[in-house]
């Protein structure tokens, strides 16, 4: 019998907690949960999946923005072994063995959860599953509205995500009507649109050129997008620029810019937030220095700084030290590569002429 009463917890509880950080297969890109990939027909979708999933397979940075390795399960079922074989031998001399692909699947009420746990209990350390499309999975039910059958769809995916702790990306198209946002072209409800963690859209002004926006916004990443090239010769979309000023920074915050000239010179701190902020002289509140030391503390670490909370008597104390990261090559970071994504980016050339002719065969 469920329980009647709620399981809660309290404010000072939960700023308190150790959580885990947000899992992120492709940094600042494609985080855990549930995401849509969505584009036109043959604009280049599938090529996009399969670069993902090859890259992360094989733990390599795509973009110069760093990778989790981990199995990777590619569900391609609108294509053949065939087809498949033909785009990896475009990609790639060498395929990772903890790449797998299928053409056949169950649908989301037919048995397809029961699949990919089954996969999940033989390849543990599975962490991108990459569906190609999303409508070969799905059971169109007469007896619900649209809205009720995309949510209940997504909402059984999304259980399959959380469940395992995974990323799971559906490739999806859009609608033939445009609009001027293009986050509501994809095809479907907002009980499809709404549900999941991050809806991505790759889109062409013109079917010849080579090439694209990449719209991305979620819960988990920051909204951006993308001018992406694709590469008639290596078959990899390539970077070209994005909409930001600059890649995120840690030094881009002043306060916190401070405090890591402040821990490196003094290595340790231990103390409450006001001691630091006084010690660092800075200008934010003791509780907005905690706020972002705290939002921070996966980057922190990165660059070798720990974070910790403890309690004292009657105050909450800090914790901060800093160990300069080892540069020896020995350490596997689960996967991560330890390059820079802003110094990794390839050189920003000027884009190719709309008017470029010539048409690839993709999908």
């Given at each position: 019998?469920?329980?009647?009463k709620?399981?809660?917890v309290?404010?000072?509880?939960?700023?308190?907690m150790?959580?885990?950080?947000?899992r992120?297969?492709?940094?600042r890109l494609?985080?855990?949960?549930?995401?849509?990939l969505?584009?036109?027909?043959?604009?280049?979708k599938?090529?996009?999946?399969?670069q993902?999933?090859?890259?992360?397979a094989k733990?390599d940075?795509?973009?110069?923005?760093?990778?989790?390795?981990?199995?990777?399960?590619?569900?391609?079922?609108?294509?053949?072994?065939?087809?498949?074989q033909?785009?990896?031998l475009?990609?790639t001399?060498?395929?990772?063995p903890?790449?797998?692909f299928?053409?056949m699947?169950e649908?989301?009420?037919?048995?397809?959860?029961?699949?990919i746990?089954?996969?999940?209990a033989?390849?543990?350390?599975?962490?991108?599953i990459?569906?190609?499309?999303?409508?070969?999975?799905?059971?169109?039910?007469?007896?619900m509205?649209?809205?009720?059958?995309?949510?209940?769809?997504?909402?059984?995916?999304?259980?399959i995500?959380?469940?395992?702790?995974i990323?799971?990306?559906?490739?999806?198209?859009?609608?033939?009507q445009?609009?001027?946002?293009?986050?509501?072209?994809?095809?479907?409800?907002?009980?499809?649109?709404g549900?999941?963690?991050?809806?991505?859209?790759l889109?062409?002004?013109?079917?010849s050129?080579?090439?694209?926006?990449?719209?991305?916004?979620?819960?988990?990443?920051e909204?951006?997008?993308?001018i992406?090239?694709?590469d008639?010769?290596?078959?990899?979309?390539n970077?070209?620029?994005?909409?930001s000023?600059?890649?995120?920074?840690?030094?881009?915050?002043k306060?916190?810019?401070e405090?890591?000239?402040?821990?490196?010179?003094?290595?340790?701190?231990?103390?409450?937030?006001?001691?630091l902020?006084?010690?660092?002289?800075?200008?934010?509140?003791p509780s907005?220095?905690?706020?972002?030391?705290?939002?921070?503390?996966?980057?922190?670490f990165?660059?070798?700084?720990?974070?910790?909370?403890?309690?004292?008597?009657?105050?909450?104390?800090?914790?901060?030290?800093?160990?300069?990261?080892?540069?020896?090559g020995?350490d596997?970071n689960?996967?991560?590569?330890?390059?820079?994504?802003?110094?990794?980016?390839p050189?920003?050339?000027?884009?190719?002429?709309?008017?470029?002719?010539?048409?690839?065969?993709?999908?």
């Open positions: 019998m469920m329980s009647t709620l399981e809660t309290t404010g000072e509880a939960l700023m308190g150790d959580l885990p950080p947000t992120m297969i492709v940094d494609l985080p855990q949960g549930l995401h849509i969505a584009g036109a027909p043959k604009i280049g599938s090529w996009l999946t399969l993902l999933a090859l890259q992360v733990g940075p795509i973009w110069g923005l760093p990778t989790e390795k981990g199995t990777v399960l590619y569900l391609c079922l609108e294509d053949s072994l065939g087809r498949i033909k785009r990896m475009d990609l001399d060498l395929a990772p903890n790449l797998h299928a053409t699947a649908t989301i009420n037919g048995g397809l959860d029961k699949q746990s089954t996969f999940i033989e390849f543990p350390d599975t962490n991108f990459a569906i190609d499309t999303l409508q070969r999975i799905r059971n169109i039910s007469g007896d509205n649209a809205y009720a059958n995309d949510y209940r769809d997504i909402n059984l995916l999304k259980q995500s959380d469940k395992h702790g990323t799971i990306l559906l490739v999806h198209h859009l609608r033939k445009s609009d001027s946002d293009p986050l509501n072209m994809i095809s479907g409800t907002t009980g499809l649109t549900a999941v963690d991050g809806l991505y859209v889109q062409k002004e013109s079917r050129s080579r090439s694209a926006k990449l719209i991305v916004t979620g819960r988990d990443i909204d951006m997008e993308y992406l090239e694709f008639r010769d290596t078959h990899f979309w970077f070209i620029a994005d909409n000023d600059s890649h995120f920074s840690l030094t881009a915050d306060t916190i810019a405090m890591i000239d402040f821990i490196k010179s003094e290595e340790i701190f231990i103390g409450t937030a006001s001691e902020a006084k010690k660092m002289n800075a200008d934010a509140s907005v220095l905690t706020k972002k030391i705290l939002q921070n503390k996966a980057e922190l990165e660059i070798g700084i720990t974070v910790a909370r403890s309690r004292t008597g009657s105050k909450r104390e800090l914790t901060l030290m800093y160990e300069p990261p080892t540069d020896d020995n596997s689960d996967g991560k590569t330890d390059s820079d994504p802003v110094s990794d980016l050189s920003q050339p000027s884009l190719p002429s709309q008017t470029e002719q010539g048409e690839y065969n993709h999908g």
